[in-house]
């Protein structure tokens, strides 16, 4: 079985606040591959990372960086000092190899809201 | 490019109405699918496929058709809309299975 959970429904921080958005995974792959979508409120669903199983190195672009723990199965996904144009609804997916052809399994997205 | 086009934006429908929703790609890529987001549910796979000639369902298939002529175009035809499929349906396309680009989304709602 192949599912996504992303507990945080809804955060609110102020602007140039850090905040962690949480995902945790399970799979009985032991190849798998975890991803990061943001949904601004335009609609659209924009690709913001990809992480491979087997690499556990964490990543940091620009004020984005990610933790990938497979020892506790996390994927969590931090924006550092955040800014307005940060909100949006953030969703976690997983692709396993066992999982349907090119099938995402997603969370349902935590909604961020930063305020000026 | 232009990356994965979706048309109509918006559009309202009576029950039992039939309707096709445009997707386009200019990547080349194989592999196109169908989502459909619904509120607090994230995105479920409708139907998906892995290149001219072939398509495949996904978890939620019922009531919506596919088919896949060209790489580019990857249509999905309502054909007795419902109310239950009142959603915002987003096309993605991707070069390895993997990666999915999705395009802008479609906002349906049936009456």
């Known amino acids: 079985a192949q599912k996504v959970t992303q507990a945080q429904t809804e955060i609110s921080v102020v602007e140039k606040e850090d905040v962690t958005l949480d995902c945790v995974y399970e799979t009985r792959d032991t190849t798998y591959y975890l991803f990061w979508y943001k949904q601004p409120p335009s609609g659209e669903l924009v690709f913001l990372i990809r992480?491979?199983?087997?690499?556990?190195q964490n990543e940091i672009s620009g004020r984005y960086s990610w933790n990938f723990q497979k020892s506790t199965s996390s994927f969590n996904f931090t924006i550092t000092a955040s800014q307005v144009v940060d909100s949006a609804v953030y969703f976690c997916a997983l692709r396993g190899r066992g999982s349907t052809l090119g099938r995402l399994y997603f969370g349902r997205g935590t909604q961020l809201t930063v305020w000026p | 490019n232009a990356g994965v086009t979706q048309t109509p934006k918006f559009q309202v429908l009576k029950t039992g109405q039939s309707m096709t929703l445009q997707c386009a790609q200019d990547m080349n890529h194989e592999y196109m699918s169908w989502y459909r987001q619904d509120p607090g549910m994230g995105l479920r796979l409708i139907h998906y496929s892995v290149g001219a000639g072939i398509t495949d369902q996904g978890e939620v298939p019922n009531g919506y058709n596919v088919s896949r002529s060209t790489t580019e175009d990857f249509p999905l035809r309502l054909l007795s809309a419902a109310p239950s499929q009142t959603s915002v349906y987003f096309c993605?396309?991707?070069?390895?299975?993997?990666?999915?680009?999705f395009g802008p989304g479609t906002r349906l709602l049936v009456l």
């Open positions: 993605a396309s991707s070069y390895d299975q993997e990666t999915q680009y």
């Open positions: 992480r491979n199983s087997f690499d556990e």
